[in-house]
């Protein structure tokens, strides 16, 4: 499957970002979605993610309450609401695709091509 991320740019704190993370190739119903980030001079991190059917979630601690993770498999994509986005939310955010649900990086096979994501205070 190839996932290409869309949606980043500049935002103000405070302020909300929907990233997009479209996907072609295989099935993309038969993959877990997960977004990571990694800001400048930092390792990835996980940030959420949504098993093949979209029935559950999962967040890192540092977004919970202000980032939702969902997808619509008939329009094959993945999104990523961003709400009250905080200047240490800037990174580059990442989708990737995995045959099952995980917070580790090397558990993803597919990776998207990354979009920046800028939060002035």
């Known amino acids: 499957v190839q996932l290409q991320a869309s949606g980043g740019g500049l935002v103000q704190a405070g302020g909300s970002l929907r990233l997009s993370c479209a996907a072609s190739g295989r099935a993309f119903r038969d993959y877990a979605l997960g977004w990571f980030r990694q800001a400048p001079g930092k390792e990835r991190e996980f940030v959420a993610g949504?098993?093949?059917?979209?029935?559950?979630?999962y967040y890192a601690d540092s977004v919970k309450g202000r980032i939702t993770i969902y997808r619509d498999n008939v329009k094959n994509t993945g999104y990523l609401q961003m709400n009250n986005l905080k200047p240490e939310d800037t990174a580059v955010y990442y989708c990737?695709?995995?045959?099952?649900?995980?917070?580790?990086?090397?558990?993803?096979?597919?990776w998207g091509q990354g979009t920046l994501v800028t939060v002035s205070s």
């Open positions: 990737a695709a995995s045959s099952s649900i995980s917070r580790l990086a090397g558990e993803y096979d597919y």
């Open positions: 949504v098993v093949r059917s979209g029935t559950s979630t």
